[in-house]
């Protein structure tokens, strides 16, 4: 089946850095990927959607200069977690669309990435 | 309101026994679907089975199956002949409209622990 991978699964980075995370379809086109964040015991939160060449478009209340979102590609779309702080930690997942079929259901998710900040 | 709503925050089921999870939704756009996934502590999200709203039959997959009651706007995930590895947060999505590339709305959660 489709793949969505996620890339690093885990991080720890220092409290004020800046830290990328990559979603990367790799047997599919994807011209629109979501990333998700889910804080532990709680459900997944959807901070924005991806769209390939061109802004992504934030959900409310999420800092789209906080969190950076590139989709430069068909299969590639990037998180940047910028100026990270403690209470950025959380599980990061991403999702993505097959943007050939037109199911309803081809939505596949990546592997998700721990964000320690410290 | 919320969207989607799942009343159970967690559940013990006995192995060999089938379990129920309810998730009850709420929209007004006709064209919508609804997904479950699982979600073992590594995190990852494992789909399930999907019912669109058009769909005139339940969805079932292996042991899964989905009770599809669209008049009370439910869509209970059925799990038969609970196993061990059954072990996880389970969670109820809905998309809605009609392009898949519409964004999905999760419900809180359900834990199962399933018991040997």
């Known amino acids: 089946g489709a793949v969505v991978s996620q890339h690093p699964s885990r991080v720890i980075c220092k409290s004020g850095t800046s830290v990328k995370i990559e979603c990367r379809s790799l047997?599919?086109?994807?011209?629109?990927m979501f990333w998700y964040r889910q804080f532990p015991k709680q459900s997944l939160m959807l901070m924005a959607t991806?769209?390939?060449?061109?802004?992504?478009?934030?959900e409310q209340g999420v800092e789209k200069d906080k969190f950076l979102i590139n989709h430069a590609s068909l299969t590639l779309s990037t998180l940047t977690v910028t100026s990270a702080h403690p209470e950025d930690s959380s599980f990061y997942i991403c999702?993505?669309?097959?943007?050939?079929?037109?199911?309803?259901?081809?939505?596949?998710f990546g592997e998700g990435s721990w964000l320690t900040v410290v | 309101a919320q969207k989607i709503t799942q009343t159970q925050p967690g559940m013990f089921v006995q192995e060999k026994e089938a379990v129920t999870l309810d998730c009850t939704y709420d929209?007004?756009?006709?064209?919508?679907?609804l997904f479950w996934y699982k979600q073992p502590s590594s995190g990852e999200m494992i789909f399930l089975i999907y019912?669109?709203?058009?769909?005139?039959q339940n969805a079932t997959e292996g042991r899964y199956s989905l009770n599809f009651q669209k008049a009370r706007k439910s869509a209970n995930l059925v799990i038969s002949a609970s196993q061990l590895g059954d072990s996880a947060m389970y969670f109820c999505?809905?998309?809605?409209?009609?392009?898949?590339?519409?964004?999905?709305?999760f419900g809180g959660g359900t834990r199962v622990l399933v018991k040997p």
């Open positions: 999702s993505a669309r097959d943007s050939k079929t037109h199911s309803g259901n081809t939505i596949y």
């Open positions: 047997d599919f086109q994807a011209t629109t």
């Open positions: 991806s769209n390939e060449g061109s802004k992504a478009t934030y």
């Open positions: 929209t007004s756009d006709p064209s919508y679907g």
């Open positions: 019912q669109g709203s058009y769909d005139q």
């Open positions: 999505a809905m998309r809605e409209g009609w392009a898949a590339g519409n964004k999905l709305t």
